[in-house]
């Protein structure tokens, strides 16, 4: 019906001087975008079935392509915007519930980019990370509040156990059948060369990657897919998640259709059979089940792990916090609303949750006036997009951070926003083999290890400006930040003061 | 080996199960301890008592008896293995169990076998001889469940919502009535001789363990549930 017709949001600009009719552009969109004319021995295109991902921009040998916005637009509306309107018309049309990938869009205000960070000037002079020692070198799990002597003032050991990282920086869960076989492997070679941890997500783990499990963390979700004894001891540390940034308090759903070959072995269910995520898990409806599942994992490896509990920012984030800081477990993971993800109802992601700048401090906050800061340690996510956001969010509270998008980034991603179609042709959110193939493990596994190292370096000349040379001195110290432009309700939620106070 | 377990924590029994090198463990005066035989292979354990909640979670092989009653997500998780319980068991029985089996002589509370699936071999059961509360089923991927309403006279031995989000898996009623209100992705009928051959098997299990005759349990009128395939659970979506 004609109500259903949308002019194509973008347009595939050939320029004819330059192709050379090679069809590399052809192969490489598995959109099926391009294609040959015999008749006039000339490109064709249909621009509506683009997603923008960049893929034959890139591989053109000609630098013959381009992807622009089409221009077409609607009658100008600030209320119905164009994709209101669209919205309406795709539903109208289908009866279907709108599906969404990667994180929130939408122009909500980015805090980090309304934080400044604090230098050194004559006074407590700044220092030079490349002649003088400093320290990134991040531990994770509780602290102990005592120190304990035997009768012979022996110390005895009372340390729970930590996760050791040599930056504060972990790669978040993605399971594998959101993204490809290839895409874990970088992360767990990579999380190995670095000295970080990568996350199963909820999908289990591959037997080929057991090999990296003192890199792992090894996620428990509601589904419980692929947990069993081995698993659970496979990884450096086990994280049971409650909930997501980019869709809390919503399970998941991966059709019976992607449950094929290894997914199926990996999840431990039968090939096609659906694999439903309920919403909550179904044994915790209290702070005291959340208690009893911590332990029930602790008995199950010998109390040898740490256990996470990854919860999604929402409104009362600093209240579950403290109780997930009671609850046993040993870190707690926040993850803002602009978290990514494979698949989410776009009405979800876009308006449900709280950004993770304010969530953290919020959570920090709390867990200090309550004196239980140091039973938990915290990892924020929910985009943290470059080294500053990291320095910002140590010296809001965090521990240490989760990054996702941005690992996929070094991977290829084009932030497309189609992971939902399987169709991804930078080979990361994709099963179909020609298409995972397209990403080279060991250029992959080198891009990640490239963008730590240099995110490494950026940490270090930032703490150093500062005067800072131990990652330990700046967690918490919010007195390294300023706001810009902020108002004073925001700036008391982040406990930070205005730039020039 | 024997274990006093009066007044004794979790960790410090669970500590000593583990480390205790007997094939069997007979634990006396349980009473609430916790995550008892969690992923626990190669030793059985006798418990005496009332052990306390996550009995079995991830259990991997081993055989539990309980001489008592147990209480909440008994066998969570669990992959191989056998529980007996000669009492009640509690709420979420069997919580995603993949395999295994668990048979239960009296009652078990809400949510028993929520989200149980099976996968390649493995085919996670739970014979329950009185009754059961609500949700029984909810979200089973896979799996049986017999429910044998032994005492009930033949009235439905359920609570409500049976079988919500099932979609896999088989759920056995011995009742003569039939459930109402199920979710319409879920199909029930009368079991026939070949359904019930099937389960035989488990229910002369339950009998060997507690008594009964098998034979003329079967021999009454079952309600067979099992997802229906021509209505499957599909939210639809639309690309965005
Ligand atoms: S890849 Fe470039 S040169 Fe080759 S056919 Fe496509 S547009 Fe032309
Ligand atoms: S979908 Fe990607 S590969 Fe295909 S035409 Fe668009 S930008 Fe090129
Ligand atoms: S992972 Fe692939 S499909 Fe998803 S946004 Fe990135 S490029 Fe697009």
């Not at chain 1, 009866?95 to 050194?120: E, H, Q, T």
């Not at chain 1, 698993?231 to 259709?257: D, M, R, S, V």
């Not at chain 1, 996470?308 to 477990?329: L, T, Y």
Request: charged letters at 20%; aromatic letters at 6%; glycine letters at 12%.
């Amino acid at each position: 019906m004609a109500v259903d017709y949308f002019y194509p949001e973008y347009e595939i600009v050939r320029d004819p001087n330059r192709c050379i009719a090679c069809r590399v552009c052809e192969r490489q969109c598995a959109n099926k975008v391009h294609s040959y004319d015999e008749a006039s021995g000339k490109m064709v295109c249909d621009d509506a079935k683009c997603v923008n991902c960049h893929r034959c921009v890139a591989l053109c040998p000609t630098r013959a392509l381009k992807i622009v916005p089409s221009g077409d637009t609607f009658k100008s509306n600030s209320n119905w915007t164009d994709n209101y309107m669209k919205e309406i018309y795709r539903q109208a049309n289908s009866g279907g519930v709108l599906l969404s990938s990667m994180g929130n869009p939408d122009n909500f205000p980015v805090y980090w980019d309304k934080i400044l960070i604090n230098a050194s000037q004559v006074t407590n002079p700044s220092i030079d990370p490349l002649r003088e020692p400093m320290e990134t070198r991040t531990f994770l799990g509780k602290k102990p509040t005592h120190v304990k002597r035997d009768s012979n003032g022996r110390l005895v050991p009372n340390l729970e156990p930590q996760l050791e990282l040599a930056l504060p920086i972990l790669f978040g869960g993605m399971s594998y059948g959101a993204i490809s076989y290839n895409a874990h492997e970088c992360l767990a070679r990579a999380a190995e060369t670095i000295g970080t941890f990568y996350n199963t997500g909820e999908g289990g783990l591959h037997k080929d990657f057991y090999k990296y499990g003192k890199n792992t963390i090894v996620q428990v979700a509601s589904g419980r897919f692929g947990v069993h004894k081995d698993y659970l001891n496979a990884g450096a540390a086990i994280e049971i998640k409650i909930g997501q940034g980019a869709k809390p308090g919503i399970g998941g759903h991966l059709p019976g259709l992607k449950i094929v070959g290894d997914i199926s072995q990996t999840r431990m269910i039968p090939m096609g059979s659906d694999a439903i995520s309920p919403a909550p898990h179904h044994d915790i409806y209290s702070i005291e089940d959340l208690h009893q599942l911590v332990y029930s994992l602790k008995e199950a490896t010998n109390y040898e792990k740490p256990v996470i509990v990854k919860i999604a920012a929402v409104h009362n984030v600093a209240a579950i916090a403290s109780g997930v800081a009671r609850s046993g477990a040993d870190i707690i993971a926040i993850d803002g609303f602009r978290g990514g993800t494979g698949a989410a109802p776009t009405r979800i992601r876009d308006n449900v949750g709280i950004p993770i700048e304010l969530a953290l401090a919020a959570v920090d906050q709390r867990l200090r006036e309550e004196g239980i800061r140091g039973n938990i340690s915290i990892i924020c996510g929910g985009s943290i997009r470059n080294s500053a956001d990291v320095v910002k969010a140590i010296a809001l509270g965090a521990d240490a951070v989760y990054i996702a998008t941005a690992a996929l980034l070094a991977l290829g991603c084009h932030l497309c926003r189609s992971c939902h179609t399987g169709n991804c042709n930078w080979g990361i959110a994709t099963q179909k083999p020609e298409l995972v193939k397209r990403l080279n493990t060991d250029v992959g596994t080198e891009h990640l290890i490239n963008m730590l190292t240099a995110w490494g370096h950026e940490i270090t000349e930032m703490m150093g400006g500062m005067g800072i040379n131990s990652i330990e001195a700046l967690r918490g110290n919010r007195l390294m930040l300023r706001g810009i432009g902020l108002t004073d309700r925001e700036l008391a939620i982040l406990g930070i003061k205005h730039a020039g106070e | 080996m024997n274990i006093n377990a009066k007044a004794m924590h979790f960790k410090d029994l669970n500590a000593k199960i583990r480390e205790c090198d007997d094939s069997q463990v007979v634990i006396d005066n349980c009473l609430g301890q916790r995550y008892i035989g969690t992923g626990l292979n190669h030793k059985d354990i006798i418990i005496n008592g009332l052990p306390g909640n996550a009995l079995g979670a991830y259990l991997d092989g081993s055989k539990i008896i309980v001489n008592g009653s147990t209480q909440e997500a008994t066998g969570d998780t669990m992959n191989e293995g056998e529980i007996v319980i000669y009492g009640n068991a509690g709420d979420a029985t069997g919580y995603a169990m993949r395999g295994g089996k668990i048979f239960v002589r009296g009652n078990s509370g809400y949510r028993t076998g929520i989200h149980m699936k099976e996968y390649q071999d493995k085919i996670p059961v739970i014979v329950i001889g009185g009754r059961v509360g609500s949700f029984l089923g909810e979200y089973q991927a896979g799996g049986v469940i017999v429910v044998l309403g032994i005492g009930e006279a033949g009235e439905l031995p359920v609570g409500y919502f049976t079988g919500t989000g099932m979609h896999g898996g088989k759920i056995f009623l011995r009742s003569d009535h039939e459930p109402q209100g199920l979710p319409p992705q879920v199909i029930c009928r009368v079991a026939t001789k070949k359904d019930k051959a099937a389960v035989m098997g488990y229910v002369s299990e339950f009998c060997a363990n507690f008594g009964g005759d098998p034979a003329e349990l079967l021999n009454q009128k079952f309600y067979l549930l099992m997802p229906n395939t021509a209505n499957p659970y599909k939210q639809l979506y639309v690309n965005n």
